[in-house]
Every structure is written in structure tokens, then in C-alpha cells.
């Protein structure tokens, strides 16, 4: 069956850098487009980044332009998410998820990871 599976949360300091990923299985990686998700305390879903099918095209959201990089290697079948310069409000619990395109429904969804960015 389909699983996305994060890792690489945790407690951060302010300024500092996270790595994430997401081990996909299940599916035919390589031809989904990959997006990143979160959720911070008490808010609803927020669209952070994707990345095309073969990774030759990105988006972000402005609030994580010039901070956050997604990369995914379609060998490993994973997703990833560099995370510097890391702030406060972007304590979150992080999703990955799995659609056709990058504008279309994202079929396939993570449990997510917990970021805290705290001092």
C-alpha cells in the first residue's frame, strides 16, 4: 500500500537549519509531483513548497522563499526538504504529499513531522 513517511524533525533554534524527508513506497514515485505541507498550532493547512515530476521545476510559498530548498531523488524514492534561516512561526508539523501535477489534488498524504523552532 501507499506510505509517506517523514523524518528529520525536532527542536531547532532560531536561525538555525532542519533537514527533512520523505521515504515514499507504494507507488510510482518518480512520475508524481511532490509537495510539502504544514500545519502550525491552531491554524489550518499551509502550502510550503513542490517539485515537479523529475524535479526541473519548484515553487514556494513567499513566507519560505530564499529559506527553504525542495529537492527529491527519484533513485531513493524520497523527498526533501532544506530548511535554513528557520523562524519562529515556522513551528509546524510538516507533511509531505503525493499528486499528479503540481496543481492537482494531492492524492497521498504523511503523518507528519514536528518542527519547533524555539529558543
Known amino acids: 500500500q501507499v506510505q509517506l513517511v517523514e523524518s528529520g524533525g525536532g527542536l531547532v533554534q532560531p536561525g538555525g537549519s532542519l533537514r527533512l524527508s520523505c521515504a515514499a513506497s507504494?507507488?510510482?514515485?518518480?512520475?508524481?509531483?511532490m509537495s510539502w505541507v504544514r500545519q502550525a498550532p491552531g491554524k489550518g493547512l499551509e502550502w510550503v513548497s513542490s517539485?515537479?515530476?523529475?524535479?526541473?521545476?519548484?515553487a514556494y510559498a513567499d513566507s519560505v522563499k530564499g529559506r527553504l530548498t525542495i529537492s527529491r531523488d527519484d533513485a531513493e524514492n524520497t523527498l526533501h526538504l532544506q530548511m535554513n534561516s528557520l523562524k519562529p512561526g515556522d513551528t509546524a508539523v510538516y507533511y509531505c504529499?503525493?499528486?499528479?501535477?503540481?496543481?492537482?489534488?494531492?492524492?497521498?498524504w504523511g503523518k507528519g513531522t514536528l518542527v519547533t523552532v524555539s529558543s
Open positions: 507504494g507507488f510510482t514515485f518518480s512520475s508524481y509531483a
Open positions: 504529499a503525493a499528486g499528479r501535477t503540481m496543481r492537482a489534488r494531492m492524492e497521498y
Open positions: 517539485i515537479n515530476p523529475g524535479g526541473g521545476s519548484t
